[in-house]
Antibody, heavy 117, light 108 residues
């Protein structure tokens, strides 16, 4: 059974870089059958698709965040990770990792990241 | 990007009643790549419906989805107390994938 677990700092200072990892259990992050994504939910707002990493390493980033986002895979740890640079208070929210497949059945539990000095 | 607008914002119903939630897209959703989720406080969303009308594994048959193009509906035929939650729609046919703002189901 697939399990996804986010990890990373819960507090990030403005202008710094938010870094999160998602550890995958029950599947290989190198699988050619699926791709992996990050989604966030600011307080009181709708879910926002951050980006996706596909088999072979190709990525897609939401244009609203494009210049600040990087998603990459660490095969040795069976993880995929998110980096978001130059954060502001608007980046505060719950961050989810997910394995999309006809919608999203598989989600991490979510991790709250607060941007504050 | 495709903007999804859900209605109503909040729905007040009693157990046993029927709930009808709507989601409208400002552009047609490609190939009906459209989903509905349930989210309880403090939990990740739970997939209910994909491809507009297919129930996900383990979802009770009181949940059903319909619609195509720009108008989609989630129906809960006989409300149970555990259905108290927020429901989101989602299109995954066009990048960037987008979500509705949510409809909150509250029990009378």
């Amino acid at each position: 059974q697939l399990q996804l677990q986010e990890s990373g700092p819960g507090l990030v200072k403005p202008s710094e870089t938010l870094s999160l990892s998602c550890t995958v259990s029950g599947d290989s992050v190198s699988s050619s059958s699926f791709y992996w994504g990050w989604i966030r939910q600011p307080p009181g707002k709708r879910l926002e698709w951050i980006g996706t990493i596909y088999y072979g390493g190709n990525t897609y980033y939401n244009p609203s965040l494009n210049s600040r986002v990087t998603i990459f895979v660490d095969k040795s740890k069976n993880q995929f990770s998110l980096k978001l640079t130059s954060v502001t208070a608007a980046d505060t929210g719950v961050y989810y990792c997910a394995r999309p497949s006809n919608g999203i059945r598989d989600w991490g539990q979510g991790t709250l990241v607060t941007v504050s000095s | 990007e495709i903007v999804l607008t859900q209605s109503p914002g909040t729905l007040y119903l009693s157990p046993g009643e029927r709930a009808t939630l709507s989601c409208r897209a400002d552009q047609p959703v490609s190939d009906n790549y459209f989903a509905w989720y349930q989210q309880r406080p403090g939990q990740a969303p739970r997939l209910l419906i994909f491809r507009a009308s297919t129930r996900a594994t383990g979802i009770p048959d009181r949940f059903s989805g319909s619609g195509s193009g720009t108008d989609f509906t989630l129906t809960i035929s006989r409300l149970e107390p555990e259905d108290l939650a927020t429901y989101f729609c989602h299109q995954y046919g066009s990048l960037p994938y987008t979500f509705g703002q949510g409809s909150q189901l509250e029990m009378k």
